[in-house]
């Protein structure tokens, strides 16, 4: 067709409401993002109602890559009503005739072959339909939250958890989100940019690429006067925004605090007890949840773990929070044999060491962390604690092996 650069998308799929680059042509390897196809934009909206393609001459407001382009083609790609991909294409003079033609029957094709695919869209993803997740449930519910916290989320886009340490915060954000919005992406920050326009870019940014995703802040009450501002600011918006989950340790009183932005989070607040003042019967129901997605992990399906395991775990001087329960439990699984895990598996003393980071979170050190955990385990359960050819086998020296061994709480 003579384009000099172009792209097509089609719906993600792992998030159906959110459109990712399948192909492009003609940009070097950082690609090209066009901010006039940002979602609520005039041109985004005109594609979506459009069924023909149509040709946009360039301007101030229509930026393109290359400077010899003066305009580009759009043509939307449509299924069962609504678009679930476009096609761009940078052209050097108008659009004629016998292009707007073959982009139309293209994409056309396109559908065509979507509607055969599946009698359902092939793009909303298995795993997100009636998923259970019994941990979440469990929080929830030690977090006294009802409907009305979530119909405020669903309406204004924030809420706040408050719970000490480890205590589940995260996994009750996860929970919220995957419940009412299945699908949609998700991302952890745990550190601002300071900068005002940093921070300001990066919500824009984080905006483009995930559309309706969601941003789990945490420690809150840290934030400054301006980082509130801006995320208060942010929240207002009516259109257009990133859903924001903050989260906060109880008991720290913030060092600024902007007026507004504590009346945001004090508005919609969930708090979770600490592990130490939950009911036996609810730390009983959560090991099993945890148990599972370890065994999983590990490739260990053939484990199960007996009632005096699950009693010890739940005593109250065994684990001090969610984190010290779920490492007791991996410790456990990655040195068993086979078949039942008993109480004499599991270390007495409540593990101290650091667990496998979810993927959304911007912690490298955290995940570098978690790996060297489980290589140690590892090394461990095959050379049956003999620090000498463990350190060998890790490729490091003994006395670095035993520092890591106190420093990951692990000996």
Known sequence: MGGLAGLA??????????????????????????????????????????????????????????????????SSVSHESRMVG????????????RQLLLLHLFCQKISGLLKKENSRPAFIPEQNLNQKDPLG???????????????????????CISAPSSS??????????????????????SILPEQSSKLEKALLDWEKMAESGTLILENSENYSIGQQRILYEYSQRKTGKSRLIFLENPGKKPKEEFLYFRSLLDGNRLELPAWKEWAKSDRASSVLPIFEEVCEL?????????GEAIESLTESDSCQNLEDLRNAIEEAVLNSGSGEIRNANLKKEGPKGISLPDPEDLDLRKAVEAVER?????????????????????????????YKLKNLGLG
Not at 137 to 159: C, P, Q, Y
Not at 176 to 186: A, C
């Open 9 to 74: 998308t089609l719906a993600s799929e792992s998030d159906p409401s959110a459109l990712e680059e399948i192909g492009s042509w003609g940009y070097g390897e950082e690609g090209f993002f066009y901010p006039f196809l940002a979602r609520g934009s005039s041109v985004r909206v005109e594609l979506e109602k459009s069924k023909a393609p149509f040709f946009l001459p360039k301007s101030d407001e229509i930026e393109l890559f290359r400077e010899d382009s003066f305009g580009c083609l759009l």
């Open 86 to 97: 476009f096609f761009l294409i940078e052209l050097d003079r108008p659009a004629d005739e």
């Open 137 to 159: 449930d469990l929080l929830f519910k030690l977090g006294k939250g009802n409907e009305t916290h979530l119909e405020k989320f669903r309406e204004s886009g924030a809420i």
């Open 168 to 189: 589940g915060k995260k996994t009750l954000s996860k929970w919220i989100q995957k419940r009412e919005f299945p699908g949609r992406p998700i991302l952890t920050v």
């Open 298 to 306: 590990h490739g260990r399906p053939d484990l199960v773990l007996s």
């Open 374 to 402: 489980q290589k140690i385990l590892l090394a461990d359960k095959l050379f049956g604690g003999n620090q000498i050819r463990m350190a060998k086998a890790l490729g490091i020296s003994r006395g670095s092996l035993q």
